[in-house]
């Protein structure tokens, strides 16, 4: 008999504990939309932009259809295209990459610091060629790449910088917003995300006028007014309904990262002396918001076996490095290559962190990998 996986009794994620907490104010606002009925774009797409710009501390926000879009849009709106090179790290989402593919440029993958996970700056130095347009750094598991390191490289040389942001709503390195730092930065608010719409949503975020005012022509069909043509366009116009569910969101967004703080406390403090059990490191200046809570294990494949048959959800964030995947086979970047995105791909595991998850739950987490680490 084929059976049907049971629900994890403690799962990754739970998205309906979220919306139970904030349930009356969803309705009220969805239903808003309706009585305005502006559904594509409108006023509160345009209410989310102000509100979501003031919280990154920038001057623009431009809402689009999604994290991946947000960043192809980023890359056209800047002047990036064929023949221009593009440096992103192998271990990634696979959006970055894929959208400085269809922007039409040559994704450059470099390897990542082994503690953090975070793009080396070093590695980025020696990736420079005369086709280098931009670097993207991505703020992975939601801690800022090194900012500072990375400018360093570039600004001397022209190169921009653009932050891959989607998984660091509201982090902060040394006192700056994650989105305030680069030439401009791209947010997906994918349901999972630390800020999560009803559905696809993305935001392109710049205190660069010129940038916002085309980014606003790209994702509406390059169309200044109706039916005038100035750029050729894209249809990546934010959702009136994901910009009045975002407006109720984004005031708890704040509470919301303190407590993803507070459970990877909780798992920090318990795993100090588990022999094997690695968190990634955490970079003085940054304050963490803990999209993923990821440990590295020798023996990573069966700790998740373990975790599995003890009811506890888990994930691998990711399994594969891009320079590995046959759609990117043609990077150039064959096998150890990258060496340490190829190592951690194989012994990192994403446990279950979202802001109401209960500390019993994360208890018996800890008490799992505690019996798994110590027998
Ligand atoms: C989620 C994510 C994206 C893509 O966002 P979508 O809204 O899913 O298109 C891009 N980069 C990173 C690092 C992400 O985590």
Known sequence: ?????????????????????????????????????????????????????????????????NGTNALILLFTAA?????????????????????VCRAGAT???VDCDADTGLIDPSAVAAALTEKTKAVVPVHLYGQMAPMREVAAVAEPRGIAVFEDACQAHGARQDGKRAGSVG???????????????????????????????????LRNHGMPRKYVHDLVGFNARMHGIQGAVLSVKLPHLDAWN???????????????HLPDIRPMRVVPGNEHVYHLYVI?????????AHLAAAGIETGIHYPYPIHLQKAYADSGKGQ????????????????PIYPELPDTHVDEVVAAIRDFATH
Not at 49 to 54: G, K, N, P, R
Not at 188 to 212: C, M, Q, R
Not at 264 to 271: G, H, I
């Open 79 to 99: 002047g990036i295209g064929p023949g221009d090179e593009v440096i992103v790290p192998a271990n990634t989402f696979v959006a970055t990459a894929e959208a």
């Open 107 to 109: 994704p450059v993958f």
């Open 296 to 304: 590295r294990s020798t023996r990573r494949d069966a700790l998740a």
């Open 1 to 65: 008999m084929n059976s049907v996986p049971s629900p994890a009794r403690i799962p990754f994620l739970d998205l309906h504990a979220q919306y139970l907490t904030i349930r009356d104010d969803i309705h009220r606002a969805i239903e808003g939309v309706f009585e305005e009925s502006r559904f594509v774009l409108g006023p509160a797409v345009a209410r989310f932009e102000e509100s979501f710009a003031a919280y990154c501390g920038v001057k623009h926000a431009v809402g689009v259809t």
């Open 336 to 351: 150890g290559s990258l060496p340490r995105a190829e190592a951690l791909a194989g012994d990192i595991l994403s446990l």
């Open 183 to 217: 030439k401009a930065a791209a947010f997906s608010f994918y349901p999972g995300k630390n800020l999560g719409a009803a559905g696809e949503a993305g935001a392109v975020v710049t205190n660069d006028e010129e940038l916002a005012a085309r980014l606003r022509l």
């Open 258 to 272: 303190a407590r993803r703080r507070a459970i990877a406390a909780r798992y920090d403090a318990a795993f100090a």
